[in-house]
């Protein structure tokens, strides 16, 4: 049943609810011409929310509705927003369908809308003037309207249209300004024939050969068909000359090879009209206010003013849905598939790890080297016919995979022998909707490489609570001794080759002082810790700029270095296209080997024709924050450098300590020195804004964004609008409690000091023990720190409290580095113990109780519902590592840029403060507010683990006194924050604990029926069989 809901955008917008040309008394575009299919065969139901039509699978919860509403509103005023909603509150699929319905609905009425100019641009060229009259003869005498008619002033000028062109009846204007069409040239041999022409030698002698430069346009047309614009305006407001189409009354000479189509000069001005929409409606515009054209109307007027007003894009905007991992970029994937009944073209980018075929290059275990070679030698069949799939109907628009995920396109490259990994990029090419990892869109080098533009385009970042690190790191650039001696090497060899020498001699060069100053002997390191030596500029009255001079890399030689990199880049394009037109010389076919001609790859590498891409990145990373730095630079304040010497343990020698040493066969465990050169970006913003220029809306959504307020300022970045969505669970069904004291009534405060102690170590154990105890099956603690970890289960054991926490549960400790596959293997253990503790749907007496760290791989996208856990234990604030070094140079460059904020601006940056419409990305927190923050986020990560659906339930306990201060409170998730009770004595805490497990079991026991599974999770999930699977950034 259709529901209306917050109709409260009032604002005119393009294809907004408020849009007064959305097509009133004008034909709608109807929806099947659209971009995006509503899939018939799935149920689903309609909403009216902020104006527009959505289509949800089933009735919304409140949230649901808040987020989608929330969301229509900021992609329709082109705004950013952020949108925190809990886990399990439906957060990606709501902004799916938000998402898709907003833009169907903007394709739907921007279509409207450009035929609503397009048809007010016809009426005023038919209508037969192209200027208004001037009223000052004087002033206006170049302006004065000198096209009055197109039809009794202009010579008899005609279109020819080459028959072989695709243009097979009806005039070209219906196949140029028809509703479909883009502002792409028509791929149309045309060329202009006069027939029956006044036009005199002299003009004949002036006639454009259609390639839209220079005067000679104006100059040969008669004066009465174009206007006479000052410089200005032709740059302002004619239509440009369109390449492959004559200008305006332009004329060539025939081609008697080919039959001609006659069009006539009127529909030559048309069409130039239509290809510049934009300058068109700014003349008409202009031209209007001095007198209404003949055949417009005030409605006509309008609607160009609207055009301009609010946008001249014809295209609808590309949407990019990123999240954390690739496990998680499935998941999204299947919401859109299988709950959605949006249908568009999409694609999923991903890595050759995970999609290539290619038996011997998956053996390698370096994939990407092995296909770069692959190709470059012309072996990897399913290379060559990668197209197989991205032509394929099955995941085309319309076809079986139409939406489809890595592992579907991936079985399809195996049926079709096809490559997945390059197929998915081409599809990506045009796709309206592109998931991927979120690194792909933060990163500057991996966005390029990956070949995302994104121009006008909506980014939607789900899982965004690390996004501001992510950005940091994105800016950040690190050059090791063994990169450059890779680099040196490759130049040295190119040089020799006579390829370009001096070009590859001067990066070469380069590289070379650069490894010198990096391997000698520096008096001025620091200790960072057992392992690492540091030294950080600006250091002891030495700025970055006094750095960057001794090395030479002054804003004269970063010039130099772009020159130089911009001839590499072609020197590599040359040499691929020979490359290609060997092969395809050696093969005889006209494709060449690879089926691809003389197409360029830039993932394409060779060993010896050009540089690698390793070493281009790293020029091209080093070039890009070297503008950064230079004087002037717009971030020049922004980054630290580091030299950074690490001693490391390493199977196998580093390339530099080969050269070095001269020695190709270490033993396994040798001690390696690795030499470091680091730019260290302190302002996400760095990378974050320059995607927001880019954008028309970045909406940021996760489970844990609280505290907001810093989002804006640390990514310098305006977000319009927050939303702190309710949990749907239902307050009964969890508890969140800060307990103060331990059962001997140690204040539980896990600071510095008080954790070494014995009191609060025995009481924190104590503590757990009685919780573990009432807690049925699984249970999660967070630490701050693996060393405290050591520390507690060291004094537990010698006073033998581990042996009554084991008696209540099965212990789990997260491993401190190690494989993926062992903490899988742990992790299936964990949850495997849970589900034999279970027996006819009641947990016996032990279940299981893991212990993790905060930021650790239990913190972090995995999935603890139902009695995988029903109690998550924080000990602790986690703040981080008070002297690590980039922790304290961020903190020094918040204070010092918070400093230089006006007073008023920094009332604004409490860690809280996340007043609606008031974020400012000049309002820097300081470098304790950001420290803190850090650390509350961390939390709220970690309690986020259990509660992951509707009928979830659990508690949420703060061992720890610090969050009896409302202050700290704050931080927390909303949807916690709301309901926490702070209890300042153990055992009544432990009552009321207790009241809370037995009410819910005793509940769930009453909702099971007799013949219901009873090992089934209430998430629907079976838990006979569990196995996780871990993706390697999950285990990080
Ligand atoms: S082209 Fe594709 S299939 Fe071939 S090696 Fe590369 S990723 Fe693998």
Same mark, same amino acid.
């Given at each position: ?170 005039? /070209? ?222 995941v085309r628009f319309g076809g079986e995979l139409e939406i489809w995920d890595i592992e579907d396109i991936v079985k399809l490259g195996k049926q079709q022998f096809a490559c997945p990994y390059f197929a998915a990029r081409e599809l990506a090419d045009n796709a309206d909707l592109v998931f991927c990892p979120y690194n792909y869109i933060l990163d500057p080098g991996v966005r390029e490489a990956a070949g995302i533009l994104l121009d006008g385009s909506i980014v939607i970042l789900d899982e965004a609570h690390n996004v501001e690190n992510a950005a940091r790191e994105a800016g950040s650039v690190e050059i090791t001794d063994n990169q450059l001696l890779i680099l040196i090497g490759e130049c040295q060899a190119m040089s020799k080759a006579g390829h370009i020498p001096e070009t590859h001699q001067f990066v070469g060069q380069f590289a070379e ?186 909406v940021l959504t996760s489970g844990t964004l609280s505290p907001l307020g810093s989002y804006a300022s640390e990514l310098q970045v305006d977000f319009a609008s927050t939303l702190e969505a309710n949990h749907v669970i239902d307050p009964s069904r969890f508890k969140a409690m800060s307990i103060m004291c331990g059962p001997a009534g140690t204040m539980l405060e896990a600071k510095y000091k008080t954790v070494d102690t014995m009191l609060f170590q025995d009481d924190v154990g104590a503590s757990l023990c009685s919780i573990a105890a009432s807690c049925p099956d699984g249970m999660l603690v967070f630490v701050s ?64 109780? &893991? ?45 010092? &840029? ?100 037995? /009410? ?37």
């Open positions: 049943m259709p529901s209306s809901f917050a109709k409260g955008n009032t604002k005119p917008n393009p294809g907004g609810p408020g849009d007064k040309y959305s097509g009133q008394g004008s034909k709608a575009a109807s929806p099947e011409e659209t971009t995006i299919r509503i899939a018939s065969h799935l149920n689903h139901q309609t909403y009216f929310i902020g104006g527009i039509k959505v289509h949800f699978p089933f009735k919304p919860y409140p949230s649901q509705l808040g987020m989608m509403n929330h969301m229509i509103r900021a992609l329709n005023t082109s705004k950013n927003t952020m949108i925190e909603s809990p886990t399990g509150s439906g957060k990606s699929l709501a902004l799916l369908c938000a998402a898709l319905a907003w833009r169907r609905n903007y394709t739907t009425k921007n279509k409207q809308r450009v035929s609503n100019v397009r048809q007010a641009i016809r009426r005023y060229i038919k209508g037969g003037s192209l200027l208004p009259e001037a009223d000052n003869k004087g002033q206006d005498k170049d302006a004065k309207a000198q096209v009055t008619s197109s039809e009794d002033t202009k010579p008899d000028v005609k279109m020819e249209i080459d028959s072989s062109a695709a243009l097979t009846g009806g005039s /070209i204007l219906d196949k140029l300004a028809g509703d479909g069409h883009t502002d792409s040239t028509p791929a149309l041999d045309i060329k202009p024939k006069i027939e029956n022409s006044d036009i005199t030698p002299d003009d004949r002698n002036n006639i454009n050969n259609g390639d839209g430069d220079g005067d000679d346009d104006d100059d040969f047309v008669d004066a009465t068909l174009k206007p006479k614009l000052s410089a200005a305006e032709k740059q302002s407001t004619g239509p440009e000359p369109i390449p492959g189409l004559p200008a305006p009354g332009s004329v060539a000479m025939d081609d008697p090879k080919h039959p001609k189509i006659h069009i006539d000069n009127t529909e030559i001005l048309l069409i130039h009209a239509l290809h510049d929409l934009a300058g068109t409606a700014e003349f008409i515009i202009q031209a209007a206010k001095t007198r209404m054209p003949p055949g417009m109307d005030q409605q006509d007027i309008d609607a160009l003013i609207e055009f301009k007003e609010n946008g001249s894009t014809e295209s609808t905007p590309r949407i990019y849905f990123g999240s954390r991992t690739h496990r998680q970029v499935s998941q999204l994937v299947d919401e859109l598939r299988l709950k959605s009944a949006y249908r568009l073209q999409t694609a999923v980018l991903g890595s050759r790890t995970q999609m290539c075929i290619h038996g011997e290059a998956i053996k390698t275990g370096s994939i990407d080297d092995a296909c770069r070679k692959l190709i470059e030698t012309d072996d990897c069949g399913p290379y060559r016919s990668h197209r197989k799939i991205s032509g394929h109907p099955k002082s650069l490894l010198t100053w990096l391997q000698e002997d520096f008096d001025d390191y620091e200790h960072q810790d057992f392992e690492t030596l540091t030294a950080v500029w600006p250091r002891k009255g030495a700025s970055i700029h006094d750095l960057l001079n001794q090395l030479a890399m002054t804003p004269a030689f970063t010039v130099r270095l772009q020159q130089a990199y911009s001839k590499l880049e072609d020197f590599i394009k040359e040499q691929r296209t020979i490359h290609a037109d060997n092969q395809r010389m050696a093969s005889g076919g006209a494709l060449g080997k690879n089926g691809r001609g003389g197409e360029l790859l830039d993932d394409i590498d060779s060993d010896s024709s050009h540089l690698s891409n390793i070493s281009m990145r790293v020029v091209s990373s080093l070039l890009r924050v070297l503008k950064h730095l230079s004087h002037g630079g717009r971030y020049s304040s922004d980054y630290r450098v580091a030299r950074i010497r690490r001693t490391a343990m390493t199977t196998e020698p580093l390339l530099a300590n080969r050269k070095r040493k001269k020695s190709i066969t270490p033993a396994a465990g040798t001690q390696e020195q690795v030499n470091t050169l680091a730019f260290w970006a302190l302002n996400p913003g760095v990378v974050f804004s320059e995607i927001a220029s880019q954008t028309r809306s970045i720190s693996y060393s405290l970890l050591n520390k507690l289960f060291m004094r537990w054991r010698t006073t033998k409290l581990m042996d009554r926490l084991e008696g209540c549960k099965r212990v789990f400790v997260e491993p401190q580095g190690g494989s993926k596959e062992a903490f899988e293997k742990l992790l299936n253990e964990y949850r495997n113990s849970l589900v034999e503790n279970r027996v006819q749907g009641q947990p016996l007496e032990r279940g299981a109780v &893991m212990f993790a760290v905060y930021r650790g791989k239990v913190s972090e996208g995995i999935d603890f519902s139902d009695f995988f856990c029903r109690t998550v234990v924080n000990i602790g604030i986690p703040y981080p590592a008070f002297k690590d070094v980039k922790v304290t140079l961020k903190r020094e460059y918040n204070d010092t &840029m918070a400093k230089q904020q006006p007073r008023r601006q920094q009332q604004q940056q409490q860690p809280h403060s996340s007043t609606p419409g008031q974020q400012s990305s000049a309002a820097l927190l300081n470098g304790s507010a950001w420290y803190e923050i850090q650390a509350f986020r961390a939390t709220n990560q970690a309690l986020g683990r259990c509660l992951r659906h509707k009928n979830d339930w659990g508690a949420i306990i703060m061992l720890e006194s610090r969050f009896a201060n409302e202050w700290n409170v704050n931080k927390l998730s909303k949807w916690v924050r709301s309901h926490m009770r702070v209890y300042s004595n153990f055992n009544r805490a432990l009552a009321d604990l207790d009241d809370f497990y037995r /009410i819910r079991a005793a509940e769930d026991m009453a909702a099971h029926s007799p013949g219901d599974n009873l090992l089934a999770t209430d998430s629907g999930h079976s838990a006979d069989a569990v196995t996780t699977k871990l993706e390697s950034s999950d285990s990080e």
